[in-house]
């Protein structure tokens, strides 16, 4: 069964707003459809995404084919685009004509308000017959390493978000992150799969627009990842007075004490449910989330599986920890998980390799009530003169007193760069009262931003590649 198979059911009910236009999920699937079809059944079709009506009705439209959407983001440039034709040569991109033109597209084979499918010249090739969608691994095509995902993913992880949310068909959800990232694409997954409303927005929070469009559309939810949150605060969130949200849900990465107490107080006082969730592209988005009423005493929690899934941790051997408080491996099983990763067009044959079992790769420790904390990554840990250093608990250090940090290196020579701030001295003083770092096994390099990718996310590799210098 193809992804969004059953939207006709929804008829009438509205599917979309967009610039103060309402569509309904007849026109949706119409629209969707007629666009889709000047594609394959089976074809793969490189998708520049933006948070628009068109976009998602090609979306829609392009799963009910059967084609498979390779997602992109709406900044994707012409080297990037150039890589994935390249690299893994879809028949066709779908693009707003602007795009394309800049691109050098040539002619639209369907048009659908300014956007349109349009030919590459490869031939379509062969795919697996569980690949419905590829997403890439960090919100960018820098890597150009994708992850492959079956319609029973997407379909599946729709299912439990709307389950343990309570998503339901009178919801309305703006949207507030790319497409072309799996959380901001779970989203608009779940309420549409639900027959539930899309504010399509491409505007920032710091716009009067944005907040205009949630008012006006009676918007009863959002979601984002910490680097929303903390421009939330900013714009003075506890003041705002936002009568038809009902909930607003949160991950893509730790969100802060701070601002865990600051959203959780000032979702209280407002009536408003505010969920804190963990999720990785491999398993579609979600993994597990803390209910709303245990966030006070659960605050640095990722929570419990997501309905119908396991979560357990494993030591380096493989076995599994069943007592609490011991650190180890977070491993979640689900029929959420992908089926693996590509890197190049072969892969896209591959079956289901993971076979619904998906290691983290997070370090975590289990409670006595059976939440989940995530205390570093397998791959962030540094030995610095035979002290295993965990960059995720140094970070958090220096964050709860006032530093914006990363932490990066190698073994022996961690690197901790500071945002918008040249006190070394302090940050030097601070681990040496609270830690045992070798003061010579770190170095401190003031910047003026950390590099994020698209989600929102610190880019690491970006950090160790244009800033080791430092």
């Keep these: 069964m193809a992804v969004f198979e059953h939207l006709d059911t929804f008829k009438e009910a509205t599917a979309i707003v967009d610039g103060g236009h309402t569509r309904s999920y007849s026109q949706l699937v119409t629209d969707g459809d007629t666009l889709a079809?000047?594609?394959?059944?089976?074809?793969?079709?490189?998708?520049?995404?933006?948070?628009?009506?068109?976009?998602?009705?090609?979306?829609?439209?392009?799963?009910?084919?059967?084609?498979?959407?390779?997602?992109?983001?709406?900044?994707?440039?012409?080297?990037?685009?150039?890589?994935?034709l390249e690299q893994y040569e879809p028949a066709h991109v779908f693009a707003s004509q602007e795009t394309a033109e800049a691109f050098d597209l040539g002619e639209p084979l369907s048009l659908l308000e300014g956007y349109g499918l349009y030919g590459t010249g490869h031939q379509s090739h062969a795919l697996n017959d569980e690949l419905a969608l590829l997403l890439t691994t960090s919100g960018s095509t820098g890597s150009k390493s994708l992850v492959r995902l079956?319609?029973?993913?997407?379909?599946?992880?729709?299912?439990?978000?709307?389950?343990?949310?309570?998503?339901?068909?009178?919801?309305?959800?703006?949207?507030?992150?790319?497409?072309?990232?799996?959380?901001?694409?779970?989203?608009?997954?779940?309420?549409?799969?639900?027959?539930?409303?899309?504010?399509?927005?491409?505007?920032?929070?710091?716009?009067?627009?944005?907040?205009?469009?949630?008012?006006?559309?009676?918007?009863?939810?959002?979601?984002?990842?910490?680097?929303?949150?903390?421009?939330?605060?900013?714009?003075?969130?506890?003041?705002?007075?936002?009568?038809?949200?009902?909930?607003?849900?949160?991950?893509?990465g730790k969100l802060g004490s701070d601002l865990v107490d600051y959203f959780r107080e000032s979702c209280a006082d407002k009536g408003i449910k505010f969920i804190i969730m963990y999720g990785q592209t491999e398993a579609t988005a979600r993994i597990s989330y803390v209910p709303a009423d245990m966030l006070e005493e659960k605050s640095s929690s990722v929570g419990i599986s997501v309905p119908g899934g396991k979560l357990w941790l494993e030591d380096e051997t493989g076995t599994r920890l069943d007592a609490p408080n011991m650190p180890g491996e977070l491993v979640f099983k689900g029929a959420n998980v992908s089926l693996g990763y590509a890197t190049c067009k072969a892969d896209l044959k591959k079956g289901n390799e993971n076979n619904g079992v998906l290691r983290t790769g997070d370090i975590a420790e289990q409670d006595t009530d059976g939440y989940f904390r995530i205390i570093g990554r397998k791959k962030r840990f540094l030995k610095l003169y035979g002290n295993r250093i965990n960059l995720v608990e140094v970070e958090s250090l220096l964050e709860k007193a006032g530093y914006k940090t990363a932490c990066g290196g190698e073994d022996d020579k961690m690197r901790i760069y500071l945002e918008g701030s040249d006190d070394i001295a302090g940050v030097r003083e601070l681990l040496k009262i609270k830690t045992n770092i070798p003061p010579k096994g770190y170095t401190v390099v003031p910047i003026d931003k950390i590099p994020r990718s698209d989600n929102g996310k610190i880019s690491y590799h970006l950090l160790n590649m244009d800033f080791a210098a430092g």
Excluded at 39 to 57: D, H, K, P, Q, T
Excluded at 169 to 174: E, G, K, S, T, V
Excluded at 181 to 195: A, E, F, M, Q, R
Excluded at 211 to 239: D, S
């Design 150 to 252: 079956s319609a029973t993913n997407i379909t599946s992880n729709a299912a439990q978000i709307i389950k343990y949310l309570g998503v339901c068909a009178a919801d309305r959800a703006i949207t507030t992150m790319p497409m072309s990232y799996s959380y901001g694409l779970s989203i608009i997954n779940c309420h549409l799969l639900k027959g539930a409303t899309i504010v399509a927005s491409e505007e920032s929070l710091v716009s009067q627009k944005f907040w205009n469009t949630l008012k006006e559309q009676r918007v009863t939810t959002f979601g984002g990842v910490p680097f929303i949150y903390e421009m939330l605060k900013k714009l003075r969130f506890h003041k705002m007075d936002l009568p038809s949200l009902s909930y607003i849900t949160q991950a893509g």
């Design 37 to 84: 079809n000047a594609a394959e059944a089976r074809g793969l079709v490189a998708f520049i995404a933006s948070n628009s009506y068109a976009a998602i009705a090609a979306y829609v439209g392009l799963l009910r084919l059967g084609a498979v959407p390779l997602m992109l983001p709406s900044a994707t440039n012409a080297a990037d685009l150039s890589a994935i």
